[in-house]
């Protein structure tokens, strides 16, 4: 089954070592993505890059802790992008947050 729409690209863009309550970041703006019911998103570990600290992230053979960029991304409507935002907002302490306006294309499986 195939449905379409538009709405909008959630980009998060933080660090590796970035942490909230304990954990890594990344994780739980994934899991605060997934208990607000969000239609899905997924997580991109950069081989390299930097932000505004101009502070070069790159993976290294031999690095024991490192500090690679990382992307968190979700589609849904804008409603709901907009709904999670403030929650995403309080969560990044440095970073960068986008937003897009796109038009998806969905596909599930039928169920029938």
Do not use: C
């Not at 570990?45 to 024991?64: C, I, M, T, W």
Request: net charge negative.
């Amino acid at each position: 089954m195939k449905s379409s729409g538009t709405g909008k690209l959630l980009r998060i863009f933080v660090d590796e070592r970035d942490r909230w309550r304990g954990q890594p970041l990344y994780t739980a703006i994934i899991d605060l993505l997934r208990n607000e019911r969000l239609s899905g998103a997924t997580v991109f570990r950069g081989v390299e890059g930097f932000g505004s600290h101009r502070e070069l992230h790159q993976a290294h053979l031999f690095s024991l802790m490192p500090n690679l960029p990382i992307l968190i991304e979700a589609v849904d409507t804008e409603e709901r992008i907009q709904a999670v935002l403030p929650l995403v907002e309080r969560m990044v302490g440095e970073g960068l947050i986008t937003l897009e306006r796109v038009e998806f294309f969905r596909y599930m499986r039928d169920e029938s």
